[in-house]
T-cell receptor, first 114, second 110 residues
């Protein structure tokens, strides 16, 4: 039982390059989330998927796209990376979006955009 | 505007020295308040959920309490392995998104 897994763990991009961050969970959770974490700031929600087949914007969606591939997988795509997207990205999942359901986090992807 | 503020930013304690971390929040109707622990290089790990003022929850050396404006995470007789960043988040009644504080970095010296 791996929980939430993310690939890659580290990535360096040049400005303008594209990449996809992968996330998978094996807990049969309905809801999945993508966050970014920057020094001195709280986690900020980029996109979330309340259930398979749905996605919604969070607080900071500009420059990102997501795909809920199936119930297990939720990917985040940067179409044209910018230095402002240098951050640590976390994927999380929960049984549902209500407050009774804690979010389980992956180990993160550390992205640097030069 | 919904907001979460954690203090202090960092706290250094000697092993066995008890203290408290603060999480102040402004939200239009609280659905839940969450505490997480984050170790360096890892994702946050869930600790507690509190739902209403007066509620308390405990886990080993940690005790979380909630009022209408803030939550405290009390650490009793901490050990070096309690060193981590502690994150607080709130969920407003109006939507399902969590609003996170910037965290308190706790360092316990042996």
């Amino acid at each position: 039982n791996a929980g939430v897994t993310q690939t890659p763990k580290f990535q360096v991009l040049k400005t303008g390059q594209s990449m996809t961050l992968q996330c998978a969970q094996d807990m049969n959770h309905n809801s999945m989330y993508w966050y970014r974490q920057d020094p001195g700031m709280g986690l900020r929600l980029i996109y979330y998927s309340a259930s398979e087949g749905t996605t919604d914007k969070g607080e900071v969606p500009n420059g990102y796209n997501v795909s809920r591939l199936n119930k297990r997988e939720f990917s985040l795509r940067l179409e044209s990376a910018a230095p402002s997207q240098t951050s640590v990205y976390f994927c999380a999942s929960s049984a549902s979006t209500g407050s009774s359901y804690e979010q389980f986090f992956g180990p993160g992807t550390r992205l640097t955009v030069l | 505007e919904d907001q979460v503020t954690q203090s202090p930013e960092a706290l250094r304690l000697q092993e066995g020295e008890s203290s408290s971390l603060n999480c102040s929040y402004t939200v239009s109707g609280l659905r839940g308040l969450f505490w997480y622990r984050q170790d360096p290089g890892k994702g946050p790990e869930f600790l507690f959920t509190l739902y209403s003022a007066g509620e308390e929850k405990e886990k080993e050396r940690l005790k979380a309490t909630l009022t209408k404006k803030e939550s405290f995470l009390h650490i009793t007789a901490p050990k070096p392995e309690d060193s981590a960043t502690y994150l607080c988040a709130v969920q407003a009644a109006s939507n399902y998104q969590l609003i996170w504080g910037a965290g308190t970095k706790l360092i316990i010296k042996p």
